[in-house]
Antibody, heavy 118, light 106 residues
Framework: EVQLVESGGGLVQPGGSLRLSCAAS????????MSWVRQAPGKGLEWVAN????????YYVDSVKGRFTISRDNARNSLYLQMNSLRAEDTAGYYC???????????WGQGTLVTVSS | DIQMTQSPSSLSASVGDRVTITCRAS??????LDWFQQKPGKAPKSLIY???SLQSGVPSKFSGSGSGTDFTLTINNLQPEDFATYYC?????????FGQGTKVEI
């Protein structure tokens, strides 16, 4: 069974940092692109970042470029999102998701909540 | 960036109805489009990829069509468990972008 389990969310002050993790199991992690998608309270979905199977390509939404870094550890079947210089507008549930570049997204984790507030 | 516009933003329907949701891209995206279902407090669930292909395990009451800029998601024989918010997402070009969502209510 495919499982994606996020962790690392919490309350952080503006300007602070947080590192999200996503533990993958039940499939060959190295075969898939991985993504982070977020959802602000009461709002729609927003794609945040993607990373290729071998980590050689990474893409970000403009609003997080230079502040967030997506990475993966294929030996640990884990995906990460390092979030620096956090802002109130980064407050959201963050989901990790699995997919293929030209076949879209097929599985989602349950999400972890990040709250940026003083 | 490619803008994805869904219509309607919300709709009311009854059990047994057939529902159609439209998603329009601001430029051509071939068939690089996903549809997702999200229930309150839950993670999104993948329904359709490549505009018209059903994800494994998704019932055939869901169907997708379209190519280029105009796409539709159709739900036949609406059941109580289908009342949710539905999102389209294009993945042809970065940044990958979502529609604003369509809430299907009783």
């Amino acid at each position: 069974e495919v499982q994606l389990v996020e962790s690392g969310g919490g309350l952080v002050q503006p300007g602070g940092s947080l590192r999200l993790s996503c533990a993958a199991s039940g499939f060959n992690f190295t075969n898939y692109w991985m993504s982070w998608v977020r959802q602000a309270p009461g709002k729609g979905l927003e794609w945040v970042a993607n990373i290729k199977q071998d980590g050689s390509e990474k893409y970000y939404v403009d609003s997080v470029k230079g502040r967030f870094t997506i990475s993966r550890d294929n030996a640990r079947n884990s995906l990460y999102l390092q979030m620096n210089s956090l802002r109130a507008e980064d407050t959201a549930g963050y989901y990790c998701a699995r997919g293929l570049r030209w076949l879209g997204t097929d599985y989602w984790g349950q999400g972890t909540l990040v709250t940026v507030s003083s | 960036d490619i803008q994805m516009t869904q219509s309607p933003s919300s709709l009311s329907a009854s059990v047994g109805d057939r529902v159609t949701i439209t998603c329009r891209a601001s430029q051509g995206i071939r068939n690089y489009l996903d549809w997702f279902q999200q229930k309150p407090g839950k993670a999104p669930k993948s329904l359709i990829y490549a505009a018209s292909s059903l994800q494994s395990g998704v019932p055939s009451k869901f169907s997708g069509s379209g190519s280029g800029t105009d796409f539709t998601l159709t739900i036949n024989n609406l059941q109580p468990e289908d009342f949710a918010t539905y999102y389209c997402q294009q993945y042809k070009t970065y940044p990958q972008t979502f529609g604003q969502g369509t809430k299907v209510e009783i």
